[in-house]
């Protein structure tokens, strides 16, 4: 994904979270980042691995999920 459009992605999702009276809290942030750079789907467990690869603070596959729940919630990811 180009930087511009990874950007404009970015702000979406900030502006998403503030409709929504929600924060994008880092890890989240973090979760978001990684499916937006994978530019296809990824599975919970997936995006566990990548993180905990990329991120020194380690995260659960639990968390993943909730994260992805909230991403879906203020409509910036969907379940497939």
Do not use: W
Not at 6 to 24: H, P, Q, S, T, Y
Not at 45 to 53: I, R, S
Request: aromatic fraction near 10%; glycine fraction near 4%.
């Amino acid at each position: 994904m180009k930087k511009q459009r990874f950007k404009e992605m970015m702000g979406f999702a900030i502006k998403r979270c503030e409709a929504f009276e929600k924060k994008l809290t880092p890890k989240r942030q973090q979760v978001f980042e990684i499916l937006l750079k994978a530019n296809k789907p990824l599975s919970a467990y997936e995006l566990t691995d990548q993180f905990n690869k990329q991120i020194n603070t380690p995260i659960l596959a639990m968390s993943v999920y909730r994260i992805l729940g909230f991403l879906e919630s203020v409509g910036t990811a969907r379940s497939l």
